[in-house]
């Protein structure tokens, strides 16, 4: 319908008529006001919820540049030395060993962990055999397995096969205790992929290796990344595997503590010397990594995440 016009006194043309605004307050009940309040009590809720993850943040990084005496004085001074030589003092001390066997761990425990689950979500999701369903279900219900309930059986399990304090023992226990999340994730991302592609790939003589490798995988992209970050932050903040596998089993056994271990190593060996502001420094160090890694992909998370439910 066109628009309807209105006479003007001045050229005696007719021009639209511009719609009325109700600029009307809202009233008790009015959706108006619902969404406003809602709006309101939504963003008042993420700054709060902010605040109370950048306040401890920024006041841990700032208590590294502090004396012991300005913290015990004052929780909340401000510090008076800015000198890098606190997280100098920090890594000599066994953080940067500790920051090298956690990388040499991951280098290795998230590409596999993410080669490995893709695979499998693959297969489950893409092909149906007898068992599919039995196996897709027994990876979910590994990830509500705790993983307290399985340390005892896990130590002897890796003793026999001698791989206590050592990387590639808990390197191949990272990949076991995350493939149930990375197979449930990726399940639901390549059922969303187009089937269309994947059978102009098999019409085209692509055989099932090339087909998961260059056509399949590539398109998962945003869902690879996604998981991949989750697994990395999980693996780079897990204890309470390492401090069960990677002990030292003689004398002669070298200590290869990862961070989250190295901390705690940190504040024992401190005894009644106290130097608050190199552990404060550690736990810096260590976090500062994941911090880079979460800011600087966030937006390929979200995409990731909102991707298999929007397609």
């Known amino acids: 319908m066109s628009a309807p016009l209105k006479e003007t006194a001045a050229s005696g043309g007719s021009v639209p008529a511009q719609p009325s605004i109700d600029k009307t307050p809202a009233r008790p009940g009015d959706p108006r006001g619902e969404g406003l309040a809602l709006n309101v009590f939504s963003h008042g809720f993420l700054a709060l919820w902010a605040l109370l993850i950048v306040l401890p943040l920024l006041w841990l990084v700032l208590s590294s540049f502090r004396t012991d005496a300005q913290i015990g004085g004052s929780a909340f001074g401000w510090p008076q030395n800015w000198s890098l030589d606190v997280f100098s003092r920090a890594w000599d001390k066994g953080i940067g060993d500790y920051f090298v066997n956690t990388v040499i761990v991951l280098v290795f425990s998230v590409p596999l962990t993410m080669l490995f689950g893709s695979m499998a979500a693959y297969v489950l999701a893409r092909y149906e055999f007898w068992g599919n369903r039995f196996l897709y279900y027994f990876f979910v219900a590994g990830a509500m397995f705790p993983v307290f309930l399985a340390l005892v059986p896990l130590f002897f399990m890796v003793k026999r096969l001698d791989m206590?304090?050592?990387?590639?023992?808990?390197?191949?226990?990272?990949?076991?205790?995350?493939?149930?999340?990375?197979?449930?994730?990726?399940?639901?991302?390549?059922?969303?992929?187009?089937?269309?592609?994947?059978?102009?790939?098999?019409?085209?003589?692509?055989?099932?290796?090339?087909?998961?490798?260059?056509?399949?995988?590539?398109?998962?992209?945003?869902g690879l990344l996604s998981v991949g970050i989750f697994n990395t932050l999980g693996q780079w903040n897990?204890?309470?595997?390492?401090?069960?596998?990677?002990?030292?089993?003689?004398?002669?056994?070298?200590?290869?503590?990862?961070?989250?271990?190295?901390?705690?190593?940190?504040?024992q060996q401190q005894g009644y010397a106290s130097d608050l502001p190199v552990l404060f420094a550690g736990v810096t160090i260590a976090m500062i990594p994941m911090l880079v890694v979460y800011l600087s992909f966030q937006r390929q998370v979200q995409a990731g995440l909102t991707s298999a439910t929007l397609k």
Do not use: C, W
């Open 164 to 222: 206590l304090n050592t990387y590639q023992g808990l390197i191949l226990v990272y990949i076991a205790y995350s493939m149930p999340f990375t197979v449930f994730f990726m399940h639901a991302f390549f059922r969303t992929l187009p089937t269309a592609v994947f059978e102009a790939a098999v019409l085209d003589g692509a055989s099932h290796t090339r087909t998961f490798f260059q056509v399949m995988l590539p398109m998962a992209k945003a």
């Open 238 to 267: 897990q204890f309470i595997l390492p401090t069960v596998l990677m002990q030292p089993q003689s004398g002669d056994d070298p200590e290869r503590y990862v961070l989250t271990q190295g901390l705690i190593q940190l504040q």
